[in-house]
């Protein structure tokens, strides 16, 4: 988890458009998408392409493995039925077309007919049923198609879901290429290694040779869909380590494409040489506090370190300049249901006062002599306990450590003593759970806003317990607890609704402050000048934004 | 002779079993826990348990280790953590690169070193050997890392002569292989090489010291005769132990140059192996290195008995 969790994948995050996105409303209630020339122009000559990625530790299967590393191979190696184009627009991919009928509560999918699997099968409805019980019944889709009650193999070409209420975001659960790839029912289960080992794929390329640890060679699919595509015939993968050897790769002709470092991002961003990519997805860096006790059981000594704490510096100096700021909203500006809360967005010397302000009337009061502050009539802490604590942080996180150490002058202006630590990398999760510490630098990363609420905020939450330690309280100005709030936000039936009560429980939990969340993290991703026509934005599908790519001469 | 080599045997074999068990309790006094790295701290009771069960990490100490020094003797490593692959498949793929690595340093090292050391040796004080102490007194006060760096920046980024990271097994492209091989052979062997430099000046200029050097330069025999009969020869045994024992430094020197050059070698399994608590692949590596520095100190010390009886009487 933590920062290997915070760089996971793109998964469900790209669910800014939704249905309006994906095609107009008809007059009879449904809408209805079709693809028109999908097999594109065949471009030049395609090469080879070398990439450096981190090694998919948590296998290849969609429906299981959550982290980036694995749902970016994952995305080169299955198709899903639709998929996001370079505008944001979802596009048919595997389907052919679609339509949306009984008040969207069904969703008919017609399979494109040169549909194929890389080992020539043809793919029918039958897998792609398979393909999505699966994906439902694992941790990656449980939320995110929650509302799916049935899928129907209607012909070999046709498929049907039917939903138990409308929703707002389930073609964009079936866009995502990291999960809602489509797998062979009958290789899958003939093959219990189906996953870790070369085997019949449905995406543009296939995998043909993996060497843990090492590298992995995937091939064109001969039979994708998209005839004479991809243009790239083969992709080695390789796997590193130490993001240090990327940027020197491509600038060395070593590699075509790479995950570099933000300072390495911002330097090759500024020679203007090399193209960089950015990457959306949801990936807080907050302060992980324990509102169980004090100091930060009381809300007002909360929002004084989120008043302090530096969020332009941190980018500027941590992230040289990446990523996005938040001042309280814990999703991404890029996020459908995203809401600019400027809370916490005011000059130093007013932040400051403020701070010290919540803090005199916390109980933390600063002595005659000056220096850390002491307790002062707070309730469970003896009088005169200094305002002193550890701050731990990923050991092997430098922007973590940069984070932390401003957090540490920030703090010292208000008389906050706190104390980097660096921590052991595979001990740091394990610690937080057990409550070990005060206060902490997180990184998080989830598939989607309703992923993120559910498993971080409700009182159920997989992470719940570490990492915001809420009991479901009642939303002031509301009246509903958040577990309420949350589980209706994520059956709401139109994306107006679904942002309108997301909006409410971003407005609680920036004034509640559970954590403090002080931005996202994106990966950057690098190219060789030599890959040409590839136009991946922050909300393309990368695999598919790939597959038109050539590299020249 | 052959007692000798029976001598040093019999340590041999015990020191292997002492260090196995070293190090199987070093890797449990570990900070973290491998199924906590694996599974998060979202993971449930019953899943961490099983997963505990399915690694035989619920069973005492010495039933683990009992278990798996059986399987070493019988080859069998175990699986790693993570990716549940046997651990003698990723090394069947590792060994090769990283005795390739090893090679191309030892090759720089041996084509630098012992030419300066012997030549600078042979005349302490003159001018060849006052430029071989400058320049090696450079070398030492560059670290690894920086030197890795700075080749980096030059030959890859700046001249783009030579690719900064990849291998190509030698089967498959013999000239490609050698191009991702030069600068982490040059990294690596430079990294030692001044160090090497200086003890071949040191051993070298210690022989020329020698009384039957002076008595063979009395008897008016030639500068060139002295040096092959006399000084190299002399020098050869004592040359031998520290350059074997310079070859375990080589191995654990490869570990960093492994990671700046993504060399896929025995060093990054290691240090996989330590982010991910991976205890079986610690032990695997660290077994491992410790069998090939031991056996490489063996082999040298034999040698060195064959070049020098008086080796065999000590």
Known sequence: ?553 | MTRYILYRLAFFVPLIVALAVLLFLAVRLLPGDPVSAMLGPAASAERVAELRHQLGLDRSIPAQFGTWLRGVVHGDLGLTASSQQPISDLLVHRIPASFELMLGALIVILLTSLPAGFLAGARPGGRVDRVVSAVTLVGLGIPTFYLGFLCVLLFAVTLTYLPSQGYVPFSEDPKQNLRFLLLPAITLGFSLAPYLTRMTRATVAQVTKEPYVRAAEARGLGRSLIFRRYIVRNAIPNLVMIYGLMLGSLVSGSIFVEALYNWPGMGRLIVDGVLERDYLVIQAMILLYAVVFATLTLICEIVQAMLDPRVRLR
């Open chain 1, 1 to 553: 988890m933590g920062r290997a969790r915070l760089v996971k994948g793109l998964l469900l995050s790209s669910a800014a458009f939704g249905l309006l996105a994906s095609g107009a409303w008809a007059k009879d209630g449904s809408t209805a998408q079709s693809s028109k020339g999908v097999a594109g122009p065949k471009l030049m000559a395609s090469g080879n392409l070398t990439t450096l990625q981190t090694e998919p530790d948590q296998g290849l299967d969609p429906a299981k493995a959550a982290d980036s590393a694995s749902g970016q191979m994952i995305g080169f190696l299955t198709e899903p039925l639709v998929s996001w184009n370079q505008k944001g627009v979802i596009v048919p991919a595997l389907a052919q077309s679609w339509k949306i009928t009984k008040a969207g509560r069904v969703y008919t999918f017609k399979l494109q007919p040169s549909a194929r699997f890389s080992n020539g099968r043809a793919i029918t409805a039958a897998d792609v049923k398979f393909s999505l019980e699966r994906l439902k019944r694992g941790a990656n889709g449980k939320a995110s198609l929650a509302s799916v009650t049935s899928i129907t193999a209607v012909d070999a070409s046709t498929v049907r879901l039917n939903l138990s209420v409308q929703s707002s975001s389930l073609i964009e659960a079936l866009a995502n290429p990291y999960i809602a790839g489509i797998v062979p029912k009958k290789e899958v289960l003939a093959n219990k290694k189906y996953f870790s080992k070369p085997s019949p794929t449905s995406g543009p390329w296939t995998l043909t040779d993996y060497q843990a640890k090492s590298h992995a060679t995937l091939t064109a699919n001969p039979y994708y869909w998209r005839k004479g595509f991809p243009n790239i015939k083969k992709i080695t993968y390789t796997f590193i380590d130490d993001q240090s050897v990327a940027a020197p790769a491509i600038e060395s002709g070593s590699a075509d494409m790479a995950s570099v470092g933000y300072a390495d991002a911002q330097r090759m961003r500024q020679q203007g040489k090399y193209p960089i990519y950015e990457t959306d997805q949801i990936a807080e860096i907050f302060w992980g506090l324990d509102t169980t006790k004090p100091p930060f059981s009381d809300k007002r000594v909360r929002q004084a370190v989120a008043y302090q704490f530096d969020r332009r510096a941190r980018q500027a100096n941590c992230w040289f300049g990446t990523g996005a700021l938040s001042f309280g909203a814990v999703l991404r500006p890029y996020d459908p249901n995203y809401v600019n809360i400027t809370t916490y967005d005011v000059a130093r010397a007013a932040a400051k006062t403020k701070a010290e302000q919540l803090l005199d009337a916390a109980g933390w009061k600063v002595p005659s002599g000056g220096g850390t502050r002491v307790s002062q009539g707070v309730a469970g802490v003896a009088d005169g306990t200094p305002l002193k604590f550890d701050v731990p942080y990923e050991g092997h996180w430098t922007a973590a450590s940069c984070s932390t150490q401003l957090l540490q002058q920030n703090l010292k202006e208000i008389g906050f003593d706190a104390t980097p630590v660096k921590y052991d990398d595979a001990a740091f999760w394990t610690d937080a759970g057990a409550g070990k510490f005060t206060m902490y630098h997180g990184g998080f990363g989830a598939s989607s806003a309703a992923d993120l609420y559910v498993n971080n905020f409700t009182s159920t939450g997989a992470y719940t317990s570490i990492m915001t330690h809420l009991k479901n309280p009642v939303v002031e100005g509301d009246g509903r607890t958040v577990d309420q709030l949350i589980a209706a936000a994520v059956k709401a039936p139109t994306a107006a609704d679904r942002k309108r009560l997301f909006g409410i429980l971003e407005q609680w939990q920036a004034d509640y402050l559970p954590w403090i969340v002080v931005g996202h993290q994106f990966g950057q991703t690098a190219t060789s000048p030599k890959l040409k026509n590839y136009f991946a934005t922050p909300r393309t599908d990368f695999p598919r934004a790939l597959v038109t790519a050539y590299m020249s001469k």
